[in-house]
């Protein structure tokens, strides 16, 4: 192991780390007091926006405007990033006078943003400015300037984008939720920007799962239990759901039911479902979460759900097989 390996090794490599983190939770810390109206401001400006919003940068910059653009439209924010080099070689044809344009550059003097900023200006698209240098060309050009200063960077030498960098990703958060508390974006909207994934498969909703039409088991209130039995061995969910006037939810019978009716009443030949049907069952609407199902469904020690209106019409069913099925256990 060489010299400079072993130094990596030592205590010096933990005590530099732990001052960096020291720095860059400080360069964070240090944006709170500087928030006023100007975000405000901000968020109004996007709000009011009738096309996309804009997020542009270069080098390191770009990259944390690429994450703000990505976090902007997974929260319900319409945005895209565009690289401020190529944008001037053509990509400004994607930018409308309806956008809101969002800056990035810590020095506020990014040639490739100036270059395209009188540009910007003259097709009527606002622009926000997120930059280290109040007094900067950049800053000064915008028509909200949010000030993402810090004190130092966490490299040693002062010049590696490193707090800086931290700093402009969290001011980007805190916009993006911001409007996301605006807009009123909730978990069923979240749901749908995340289809995929383990988000996708936490947000999935019972509609997305359940099972519908004629795969639902299903009988009248005045149907014989060999009828109800027929059913529940056609549909395979170790259960039927019992419907009666109106079609309205009145009760389900399932394998539990069928093996504590079979102690209590040999002969069943003359029996009807709606002397041995659970009333009242358990019920879930579709625009739940699957996973809120499957709580209900550990909670009362149930394997299946009939999913049902307010107004107790039966829409759908599922039981733990399709939960499995769509990954949500």
Not at 41 to 60: E, F, M, N, P, Q
Not at 310 to 315: T, W
């Amino acid at each position: 192991m060489n010299d400079r390996l072993k130094k990596a090794n030592s205590t010096s490599a933990l005590e530099l780390a732990r001052k960096v983190l020291a720095i860059e939770a400080d360069a964070v810390n240090g944006l709170i007091a500087r928030l006023d109206e100007r975000f405000v401001d901000a968020v109004g400006l996007i709000l009011a926006c009738h096309g996309r919003v804009v997020v542009s940068g270069v080098g390191k910059s770009g990259h944390i405007a690429r994450k703000i653009a990505s976090t902007l439209a997974s929260t319900g924010t319409p945005a895209f990033f565009v690289h401020a080099a190529e944008a001037g070689h053509g990509d400004l044809g994607m930018i409308t006078r309806d956008d809101v344009m969002l800056a990035l550059s810590n020095s506020g003097q990014s040639e490739e943003l100036l270059t395209i900023i009188p540009l910007i200006k003259r097709r009527g698209a606002k622009l926000i400015a997120v930059t280290g240098n109040p007094d900067s060309a950049l800053a000064r050009e915008a028509d909200v300037h949010l000030d993402a200063g810090v004190a130092q960077e966490a490299c040693p030498l002062n010049l590696a984008p490193t707090a800086s960098t931290t700093a402009a990703l969290a001011l980007g958060d805190a916009l993006a939720i911001a409007l996301l508390d605006a807009r009123g974006f909730d978990k069923d909207d979240f749901a749908d920007a995340h289809p995929g994934g383990a988000i996708g498969r936490l947000l999935t909703r019972v509609s997305d799962v359940m099972r519908t039409g004629s795969d639902v088991p299903r009988v009248t209130d005045a149907a014989l239990f060999s009828e109800a039995l027929l059913e529940m061995s056609r549909k395979s969910m170790g259960m039927t759901a019992i419907l009666g006037p109106g079609d309205k939810l009145v009760g389900i019978f399932t394998d539990g039911d069928l093996r504590r009716t079979l102690e209590r009443t040999p002969d069943i030949r003359s029996l009807t479902i709606k002397e041995v049907m659970t009333r009242n069952p358990r019920t879930i609407t579709p625009h739940k979460l699957a996973v809120e199902a499957l709580e209900l469904m550990e909670r009362y020690k149930i394997n299946q759900l009939l999913v049902a209106t307010e107004a107790g019409e039966l829409i759908g069913a599922l039981n733990m097989h399709d939960l499995f099925r769509a990954k949500v256990i």
